[in-house]
């Protein structure tokens, strides 16, 4: 267990840097292994006990309390054969529980269930004399480092030679400012981000030294950045802050982007934009939705919240015009950039809010003969959305769900607006966790 200071009087005395602790740390040992072993049984459910949530029903399957949904990587050390079972069968008593007028498909499992994660972090914690990298739970497990069995194997590895160089002693004030290390994955290209709370000579000076030895001892990592969060925040690539003259990025080394290949469409990637956490699944999604879909050269594709273009680029290649719209900035750039490579017009993209008022303003008039993804974050869309997207009479739309608790509102606003569900696919996106993503496929009410 590696010592960055000399005693605890020298961590005191460098309360400029010092966290602020809540309450007393304590080592906290947490099993991940679900109730499910010798003379264990699964709980039967039936229709009158009061779950809401897939993951509640989930939950309630396995015997656990709700209070130990916060266990990192609950299932992962469950046999992926068992998780899908699980999961199917809930599922589908969550979806006739909450009346869903249309079937449920069984689970299509992820192609690499175990060591699949795109984005990984550890959190840098100082406990006394001592660093960890932690999950972002902040707990101190049985490791200086902990574990995971839905990282890539190679990012463990990488881990513990970050770990040793920042625990260097010559790097007590950069692992002090430390708030997060993260590691992006696309294909066989590796990024690092350290999240840091202070961008001054000496971190960024520890930083560059840091990133030299990493360039050698770990050549596949092609790049690192700093991040400048002095928030703190548990997100980890937080974009609401603004410091006037304060410079959020600093690349260390290495390349401005990442690349990804899908079907021998190639699309580029900002290290702090959204990215897929699972692409072999992501992958899956993008040829289900071409098939339903059946693009020609007559259709538009709206791709809403496309993010870096992933659905705008394999769903629209054989569709007449492309255009994208999403918020979030790093990525869409992005997407500018990589459809600078296809015929002028065919894609166009915009950083914009997708809300109500969006459409009528930016988009060009509908002639019926569009098709529409619509993958929002966790929340959902906002109010008035789907009523503006149907005014649009749509051909076919894809709502892609990667939160189950707003699917049964979000439907029933399509349902009164005169669209149906037609096709209901489960993904397991998040293998080893006990959430799922779910494509609906909708049409017009005959």
């Known amino acids: 267990m590696k010592q960055i200071f000399k005693n605890k009087k020298d961590y005191k005395n460098n309360n400029k840097y010092e966290r602020p602790i809540e309450g007393k740390y304590r080592r906290q040992e947490f099993s991940q292994k679900p109730t499910l072993g010798k003379g264990q049984r699964v709980i039967p459910l039936k229709k009158t006990d009061s779950v809401t949530t897939f993951t509640e029903t989930m939950m309630k399957k396995m015997g656990y309390s709700a209070n130990e949904r916060s266990k990192i990587e609950l299932l992962a050390d469950m046999p992926y054969e068992k998780e899908i079972q699980l999961k199917n069968e809930s599922l589908q008593f969550w979806w006739k529980n909450n009346e869903i007028d249309c079937t449920l498909e069984p689970l299509v499992p992820a192609p690499i269930p175990r060591g699949y994660r795109s984005t990984t972090k550890r959190r840098a914690v100082i406990r006394g004399t ?9 707990m101190v497990r049985n490791n200086d480092i902990a574990d995971s069995l839905l990282d890539p194997p190679a990012h463990k590895g990488i881990y513990a030679v970050i770990y040793d160089l920042v625990s260097d002693k010559r790097n007590r004030l950069f692992a002090m400012a430390l708030n997060f290390v993260i590691l992006r994955q696309a294909g066989n290209e590796m990024i690092c981000i350290f999240n840091v709370s202070e961008m001054n000579a000496e971190v960024v000076r520890s930083a560059k030294a840091i990133g030299e030895k990493l360039k050698t001892v770990a050549p596949m990592v092609q790049s690192a950045f700093l991040f400048f969060d002095p928030t703190r925040s548990d997100y980890y690539l ?3 802050f603004d410091q006037k003259g304060a410079v959020r990025i600093k690349k260390l080394y290495g390349y401005d982007t990442m690349r990804l290949t899908h079907n021998e469409i190639r699309t580029i990637i900002s290290p702090f934009g959204f990215m897929q956490v699972n692409m072999p699944v992501a992958n899956l999604i993008c040829d289900i939705i071409l098939d339903y879909f059946q693009p020609n050269e007559k ?26 719209v999403d918020a979030e900035g790093y990525s869409i750039e992005c997407a500018k950039k990589c459809g600078e490579f296809y015929p002028n017009g065919k894609y166009r993209f ?9 459409f009528e303003n930016l988009l060009p008039r509908s002639l019926g003969n569009e098709l529409i993804i619509l993958d929002p974050p966790r929340s959902g869309v906002s109010e008035g959305v789907i009523e503006e997207i149907v005014l649009r009479n749509p051909e076919k739309v894809a709502h892609i769900f990667c939160n189950t608790e707003v699917i049964a509102q979000s439907l029933a ?27 609906v496929f909708l049409e017009k009410k005959v």
């Open 299 to 324: 259709h538009r594709l709206l791709d809403l919240f496309c993010g870096y273009g992933l659905f705008s680029f394999h769903v629209g290649q054989k569709a007449g015009e492309i255009i994208g």
């Open 413 to 439: 606003s399509w349902q009164k607006y005169g669209y149906a569900p037609v096709k209901c696919i489960p993904y397991d996106m998040f293998a080893g966790t006990p959430n799922c993503e779910i494509v």
């Open 238 to 240: 937080e974009q609401d």
């Open 130 to 138: 001592k660093l960890y990298f932690t999950h972002a739970d902040n």
């Open 350 to 358: 915009y950083a914009r809010s997708i809300a109500e008022g969006m």
